[in-house]
């Protein structure tokens, strides 16, 4: 599975973001998905993920400001980000893993895309 995130850019707080990312690959529909956020001499950290079935799942400090969806026609996976905040910037990644239980973390995924960088200005 190859994975290439976008849709990062600089916008102000309060503002909102839409990233994609986008798979190739045949089996797509059974892989869970992740993205995950790294800012700069801090370990990569999880974000949200959607997993095959199509649980969510997001981290407290983004619950209620995004939403996630996949379209698996498209072999893409949507992060919708709302009222942004400064601690939400940083370089997020996507990743994925063959659908499984428990937690995603980042030892846990078998493949990265590379990341798209998110900048909120206060």
């Known amino acids: 599975v190859q994975l290439q995130a976008y849709g990062g850019g600089l916008v102000q707080a309060g503002g909102s973001l839409r990233l994609s990312c986008a798979a190739s690959?045949?089996?797509?529909?059974?892989?869970?998905i992740g993205w995950f956020r790294q800012v700069l001499g801090k370990e990569r950290e999880f974000v949200a993920g959607?997993?095959?079935?199509?649980?969510?799942d997001v981290v407290d400090s983004v619950k209620g400001r995004i939403t996630m969806s996949r379209v698996n026609a498209k072999k893409t996976v949507y992060l919708q980000m709302n009222n942004l905040k400064p601690d939400d910037a940083g370089i997020y990644y996507c990743?994925?893993?063959?659908?499984?239980?428990?937690?995603?973390?980042?030892?846990?995924?078998?493949?990265w895309g590379k990341g798209t960088q998110v900048t909120v200005s206060s």
């Open positions: 959607i997993w095959s079935e199509s649980r969510r």
């Open positions: 990743a994925a893993r063959w659908n499984s239980y428990g937690d995603m973390e980042v030892g846990g995924m078998d493949y």
């Open positions: 690959g045949r089996t797509f529909s059974n892989y869970d």
